[in-house]
């Protein structure tokens, strides 16, 4: 909850430095022999705006963290880039921004070789920016929930996160964890 409270406050913070850098801006221009500080806190003003703007663009995306290396399994046990193309493609559909993240072997099992971001990406059909494979060594679990508590996202996944509860207690929010598979060969998501 802390972090949870942590991560709310500092989505806020944009949005109090407009107010305080506004509010200096208007004292410099109406408060006689203060008008040299126009040159501070006007570029002030136009980085809180920017800033805020951002953080409200941010905030509009209803944003979904695929746990690829999960995701990748969920038809006939096989990892499949074809099933991570679904399961982004639904997710669109559905409103969501994905985002995925991957452990460093996801492109030997994918494809045989080593596969960067921008290669994985390239396949997904998905910016750059919006997919990470962790360096070999790492786990991706903490990468994942941690992109989802900064993007104030829910997470696609079939894992429960046991390991990381004490760290990333929103995994046991009811939602947080959108669970799917295929039955019948039809994909299905759990949003709820």
Do not use: C
């Amino acid at each position: 909850m802390a972090r949870k409270a942590g991560y709310e406050a500092s989505m806020k913070t944009p949005y109090l430095l407009l107010v305080v850098s506004s509010i200096a801006l208007v004292g410099t221009l109406l408060i006689s022999g203060f008008s040299a500080f126009v040159l501070v806190t006007g570029p002030a003003f136009l980085a809180s705006l920017i800033l805020a703007l951002r953080a409200l663009t941010k905030r509009s995306k209803r944003w979904v963290i695929l746990d690829g290396s999960n995701v990748m399994y969920w038809r006939d046990g096989t990892p499949q880039v074809e099933t991570l193309r679904e399961v982004v493609q639904e997710l669109r559909a559905a409103g969501y921004t994905p985002g995925v993240v991957f452990d460093a072997n996801a492109g030997y099992l994918l494809s045989g070789k080593y596969q960067h971001d921008g290669a994985l990406a390239k396949v997904l059909g998905l910016p750059e920016e919006r997919v990470m494979v962790v360096p070999k060594g790492s786990p991706a679990d903490p990468a994942i929930l941690t992109a989802a508590l900064d993007l104030g996202a829910k997470v696609v996944t079939n894992d429960r996160y046991r390991d990381w509860a004490e760290q990333h207690p929103e995994v046991n929010d009811p939602g947080y964890l959108i669970r799917g598979g295929y039955k019948a060969g039809d994909l299905w998501l759990n949003f709820e």
